[in-house]
């Protein structure tokens, strides 16, 4: 999806992170949409775990920003420094508080096995017919990154690169004590 954007390993993560976690959004929608309409026992498997998920008051990784989407929650813990409590950790609490969905009987697996793979088809051509749209904007995308992403980049190299040769303020007389 991103090669189809034409954005190559030297535009920003930020910039890849935000376009892919928005095209997922578009097809996730569509999916969801396809879902809805054509298969109904995924369709309850969704809704009872939907259902499931509205009883729970702490969800930490919902409702973010796409571009935090997906991200870790917790940052790595320090070696011989544990944390307390991660917001991971309450959330799993949480989550061991609700009873689990009921069990299915193998007909209704493999046939929730069925839809799930008519699912994934799904998600698969959409995400086809997404890159191909891609493509036909690639050089409008191209264009942005060199007018919006690379002066930024630029502008941050420049200051890393006045910082590391004057790494006091010039207009200090003498350099602060160590």
Same mark, same amino acid.
């Given at each position: ?5 034409? %954005? ?28 809805? +309409? ?7 498997? %969704?809704?009872?775990?939907?259902? +499931? ?126």
């Amino acid at each position: 999806m991103l090669s189809a954007a034409g %954005l190559g390993a030297d535009v920003p993560h930020g910039v890849q992170h935000g376009l892919s976690t928005r095209v997922k959004g578009i097809v996730d929608h569509a999916v969801a949409d396809y879902t809805s +309409r054509n298969l109904p026992m995924l369709q309850a498997e %969704l809704d009872q775990q939907a259902e +499931r998920n509205r009883r729970r008051s702490y969800r930490p990784a919902e409702g973010l920003e796409p571009e935090f989407e997906g991200m870790p929650l917790d940052p790595d813990p320090e070696p011989g420094s544990p944390f307390l409590f991660t917001l991971s950790g309450l959330a799993a609490e949480e989550d061991a508080a609700i009873p689990a969905l009921p069990p299915l009987s193998d007909a209704a697996k493999a046939a929730l096995r069925q839809e799930v793979g008519l699912a994934d088809d799904y998600a698969n051509m959409i995400g086809r017919e997404v890159c191909s749209i891609l493509l036909h904007h690639r050089l409008r995308i191209q264009a942005a990154v060199a007018e919006y992403v690379e002066p930024q980049i630029a502008a941050l190299l420049d200051d890393l690169t006045r910082s590391l040769d004057a790494p006091f303020d010039p207009r200090e007389s003498e350099p602060p004590a160590s």
